[in-house]
């Protein structure tokens, strides 16, 4: 059944191949060799700041805003921003570690720090985009019209562009 949040399901599922290299990756420190682990770490960090962080900041902008009114509680959504704001705090943290990863290994100490990050950032934007499918995305479903929830796509998709403008 197609529904009008379908868009949105589907970048989720988009998204998904990338979410799971951040455990993909995780699992491969102390395994797999080192160049292997550095463009597995870019490839991770670069998903997060060029894909997932402005998607992130779409929905603050343009659909948690939609949401808290449809509710009746604007602070509804203050759990799902607090996400948000530790998976930018980890990403953060993933390009410092990123910013280490010269030479030809790691320290036991980096190697712990990488993969806590790694899995930390798996964990949360995966129960994330579950809250979001099982609780958010129905209430927008049952009560937006086809063209509020294109115009709810639309500026979702203007914001996620303005930040992507942005990032270096």
């Not at 870019?42 to 402005?54: I, K, N, R, V």
């Amino acid at each position: 059944m197609i529904t009008l949040t379908q868009p949105l399901r589907d970048e989720h599922k988009e998204l998904l191949p990338h979410i799971e290299l951040l455990r993909t990756v995780a699992d491969a420190i102390g395994e797999a060799p080192f160049e292997s682990l550095r463009r597995g770490v870019d490839e991770a960090y670069t998903f997060l700041t060029h894909h997932l962080l402005p998607h992130a900041q779409a929905e603050e902008r343009a659909l948690y805003p939609v949401v808290g009114r449809l509710m009746g509680a604007p602070e509804a959504r203050a759990t799902m921003s607090r996400d948000h704001i530790e998976v930018a705090r980890l990403a953060e943290e993933l390009g410092s570690l990123r910013s280490h990863l010269i030479g030809a290994s790691l320290s036991e100490s980096q190697e712990k720090a990488l993969r806590r990050v790694l899995y930390s950032l798996y964990a949360i934007v995966k129960v994330h985009f579950a809250k979001e499918e099982e609780i958010y995305l129905p209430i927008l479903d049952a009560s937006l019209t086809a063209d509020e929830a294109a115009r709810l796509f639309e500026a979702m998709e203007r914001a996620a562009q303005e930040v992507k403008s942005t990032v270096g």
